[in-house]
Structure formats: C-alpha cells, structure tokens
C-alpha cells in the first residue's frame, strides 16, 4: 500500500458520535423535519389499514346467519342494519364491502399525497444540508495551509466534496425517516397484534432475539466494510487524478503498461472489497426473509385452532397474519436501509476527518486589516524546517527598503523559494519574526497581506475558461479598460492582439495551448492588474523561449516601478540591475550586495556567475 492510503490513515469514529454530529444540521429545518415526521406517522397509521380491510371484508362476505364462526361483532351490526334498512344479509354484505373498498381507495389517494409531500419536503431537507456541508468542507480545504493540502493526493478531497458528499445526501434525505417510519411501524404492529392475539404475539417475539442478534452482528460486519470499500473508491480516484494530470510524462517514459497494471490492482481491490460487501447483504436479507416465512406458518397454524376453540375469530385470525407482512416489510426495509446508512457513515467518516483537520494557519483574534504597504520587508533571526529540526532556513536576518528590488539566488535547496513562501504565510515558521512596514505579518489579517502581494511563479497555472477570465480571475470589479491596461504594461497585449478573439480566447485546463513564456506574460497582467504593493517572482524568467525572454525582460524593468520587487532567479544575467543581491547557501546568507559589489568579493556569487558565463561561452 502507498502512503496515501486511504483505508490505513483514516479516522474512525463511533456510530454515537456520527448520529450525534450529523443531527446538528438539521436544526435549522427542525420545523419542517417534524412535519415530515408527523407525515410519516400519518402514512404508518394508514399502512396498517389494508391487514384490518382485508380481514373485515372476508369476515362480512363469509357471514352466516346460522353459523357458529361468526364474529359475534360483526354479526350484531350485520342485523342492526338488515332491521333498520331492511335488506337481505346478500345486500349487507355487497353494499358493506363496497363501502369500505371505496374508503380505502380514498385513504390510498390521501396517503400517496401526503406521502409525495413528505418525500418532497425531506429531498429539499437533504440537499439544502448536502449544500450547506459541501460549502463548509470546501471552505475548510481552502483555509488549510499548503503544507496541510500536500499531505493527501487532490483525488482525495475531490471524493469528499463529491462523492462522499451523494451519501451523506441519501441519509438526510432517504435513511433517517425511513428508518423511523420502519420502527414506528414495528411498535405500532406489536401493539395491535398484541391488542389482537397476546398467545399469538408471544410466538412472533420469540423471533425477536434473533433478529437482534442478526442485527447487530450485520452492522459491525457491514460497516467495516463500507469503510473499506469508500476508502478503495478514494485510492482510485486519487490514482487517476494523479495519473491524468501527469499523462504526458507517462507517455513520454512509456510507462502505459507498467500504470495499467498498478489501476488493475486498485480496481481488483475496489471489487473485492465491493463483492465482500455483497456477500453480508446477501446473507442477511435472505434470511430474515426465512424468519418471515417461519413466522407465518406458525401464526397459520396456531390460528387455525384458536378460531376452532372459539379463542379467536376469522376477521381477527385474517387480520393478524396479515399483519405479519406489516411487520417484517419494514425490517426487510431496514435491511437495505442499513446499507444505504453503513455506506452514509463511511462517507461521514471521511468528511468529519477532513473538517476535523485542525487550520495550521489562521488570522490571530487581533489581526489587522492593512490598506497599502511601503513596502519595508525585514526577517529578524527566521527559522524555518518542512519537518521536524531539518533547518531550510537557520537564523535568517535581512531588511529590504521601499521599492526596493532584491534577488535571492544559491544553489538548489538554498532556501530562496522558501523565503518568498514565508513571506505570504503559506508556511508558519518556526523561530524569529518577519516584518512588513514594521508590523510581524502574523499581527495581519492573511487576507489582507495576500491581496497586496502579487505573485508570479515558474509553473504559472491558468484556469478553464478565457484570458481575461485568467487575469481577472473572474473579479467583476475590473473594467476592460483596467485589463488591457495591465495587459499592454508587461506586453502580454502582442500576444492577445494575435488571438482569434482577443480576451475572449478560450484558455484550455492548466493553460495546455500556451507556451511556457505566453503563460508567464498572462500571469504577469493577472498580478498588475490587481495593483500590488509587493511582487514576488519565483523562477518566472525560467524555461521560457528567446523572443517571450525579452518581452518579458522588458516587462520586469516596467513592474520594478510598481513596489518592492522580490526576485528568485538561476539566470543572473537578469537580476544584474537589482539594488540588492542576497546569496544564499545552506539555509544560511552568505553575502550581499550589489552585482559588481558581489563580484569584486570573489565569493560565492562570483563563483555562480563565473560557471554561468563559461557555460554560455561553450554554448
């Protein structure tokens, strides 16, 4: 198994907790929940009405006036009528089996209504709270820091926020109404069979441990394996989202086979986990539906000699097998609805354990908001590690001015992108302070210090949908004046100009028909257009093809105008004019200064310039 697994890193919690937890959104529809609850009573009473029509039916047509199985009752109510309407028996019977035959049609229409209007005010119940989580759960992944969202492959949270999501649905929506109706439907049934026969009703409890018994050893199987089974749906689809994304690569090594047949072994376990599923419901329905037939033949048999001993009457003996039908329908029902619920608590498991994941990056109770910044940046003794004492930053200290332009460069690993990253709060670190204008940057509201931070990254990512989508990133506030304005201003304009459509050209996923410099010019006018005070570019000039090189060259001498510019960069040639140079090794600043400052030291930066500039003398 890979680390991702989802079957061994999630947590599990108990059906108490879960019951608890998933109660709590409904609170604010509990009026129109006990509607529907109160509907669903209604229908349960109903449900009960063809046992006693039935037996009322066949009790009228099999009367007799000289026999002595008559139902006494019945029987009195039969001459009642015969004396006072003065009809034949013949005419007692057709005109009281119409009667409540076309009663019953009347309760069957009302309780299809009421039954239709409970369905629809818990299926608006259901997806209103499916709505309401999915927000939540989706908010909660955007507030968890980058290092958090690494964990876990994005497959991940695309089957909580999707997938999961559909069978927590079934469980407000189908499962715990259903699941009350059936129990009201069990307790109404008892009391009636016992109000009928209580020698009868002993023999239909007798099953009743069993069932039990059954029961509970079903739930403790089948939950477990709807654990797995939700935890093989999570691996795939993180497999696949994974493996997608990366599909050049893949084809690129020739390494289809080789990917075939890591899928097959995730689908074959998805399958064996799903079949072991199968076989417990299997087992389980089958056999109550032996108790149910147990049952009947019992109360059948039993029956016949009370009604002989004059113990019990035919209408009452007709009505209770019938009931025996009342009874076990809606334990078969809560069979399925067991399924339909283990799979609902798997699913909640997963969601829970996201939402329960604790923000390792939130605003502090007196964060401030910041209007603009000057722009002064100042590192006081920064620590910093990815895991646990492996220092990428050791004791860090450095002040950048106003409008200053500051490049950070070093050898791989140095610790320059892990400056930048610090600096937006996308990492917490671990010892020390980092200053903007003065103020420690967690005593500002993450919001605020972000949105007047542009930043523009080696590996630019555009969206789905058109270029001024991509640089407004869909921000109404900005007037199509506002965005060819920042387009022309970094030279990102000689490359719409040539666009069927302009603006309105459609941007394929991940920006897949744009070349790696037409992104970073995209990427440049989303940044200008949002007006930063600061500006940071991480590798932006990187694996970009000559003639983008100097649109964009050109384009970071306009921006260096805006605010203080941070800049990462292998290629020195283009960090020549900054005001200050920083270089870094080991976690550690080793000098600093200007370009021919660095030079003349002979240090380190010149060593990294001279390797550059024989390598480019070779070329």
Known sequence: MNKFDDNKTIKTYSTGVLIKRLFRYIKPHKAKFILALILTLFTVLMDL????????????????LISEANDPKLLEIANYFMDNLNISLQQFKLYSSLSIIGFYIFVIILNSFILYKSTMILQRIGQNIV??????????????????????????????????????????????????????SIIVVLIVMIVI???????????TPILITLS????????????????????????????????????????????????????TELKKNQLRQILIFSLFRPFIYFLYLATRLIVLFRGVFLIRDKRLSVTSCVSFYNYISNLYNPIQNLADLFQTM??????????????????????????????????????????????????????????????????????????????????????EINKGEILIDDIPIKKIKIESLRSHIGQMLQDVFLFSGTIRDNIT????????????????????????DKLDGGMNYK?????????????????????????????????????????????????LEKMMNIGTMLIVAHRLST???????????????????????????HGLYYNLYELQYKHLEKR
């Open 342 to 427: 283990q799979n609902g608590f798997a699913s909640a498991e997963r969601i829970f354990e996201l939402l329960d994941t604790k923000i390792e990056i939130e605003d502090e109770e007196d964060a401030i908001e910041i209007n603009e910044f000057k722009g002064k940046i100042e590192f006081k003794n920064v620590w910093f590690a990815y895991i646990d004492e492996n220092w990428i930053l050791n004791d860090v200290s450095f002040v950048i001015n106003p409008g200053e332009t500051v490049a950070f460069v070093g050898a791989t690993g140095a610790g320059k992108t892990t400056i930048l990253s610090l600096i937006t709060r996308n990492y």
């Open 575 to 601: 960090i020549q004019h900054a005001t200050k140079i920083i270089v870094l090794h080991k976690g550690k600043i080793m000098e600093s200064g200007t370009h021919q400052e660095l030079l003349k030291q």
């Open 216 to 267: 509970i050893l079903f739930n403790k199987l089948s939950r477990k394996q709807f654990r797995l089974v939700r935890g093989s749906i999570s691996n795939i689809n993180a497999y696949l989202n994974e493996n997608l994304s990366g599909m050049k690569v893949i084809q690129i090594f020739n390494q289809e086979n080789k990917k075939k047949n890591e899928f097959k072994e995730k689908n």
């Open 507 to 555: 941007v394929l996923e991940r920006g897949s028909n744009f070349s790696s410099g037409e992104r970073q010019l995209i990427s440049f006018a989303r940044t200008v257009v949002h007006k930063p005070n600061i500006l940071i570019l991480d590798e932006a000039t990187a694996n970009i093809d000559t003639e983008t090189e100097v649109l964009i060259q050109d384009s």
């Open 197 to 207: 026969s209580p020698l009868l009703s002993l023999y239909v409890l007798l099953i």
């Open 49 to 64: 009405l063809p046992a006693v029509i039935q037996g009322s039916v066949i009790g009228i047509l099999s009367l007799d």
């Open 131 to 184: 709505k309401d989580l999915r927000q939540e759960t989706f908010t909660h992944i955007e507030s968890l820091s980058i290092a958090q969202i690494n964990k876990n492959p994005i497959g991940k949270y695309v089957t909580r926020v999707t997938s999961d999501m559909n069978k927590i649905s079934l469980l407000y929506s189908d499962v715990i109404v259903n699941m009350v109706k059936a129990f009201l």
């Open 473 to 496: 990133l869909k921000d109404e506030k900005f007037s199509d004046e506002e965005v060819l304005d920042a387009a022309k201003y970094v030279n990102a304009d000689k490359l719409i």
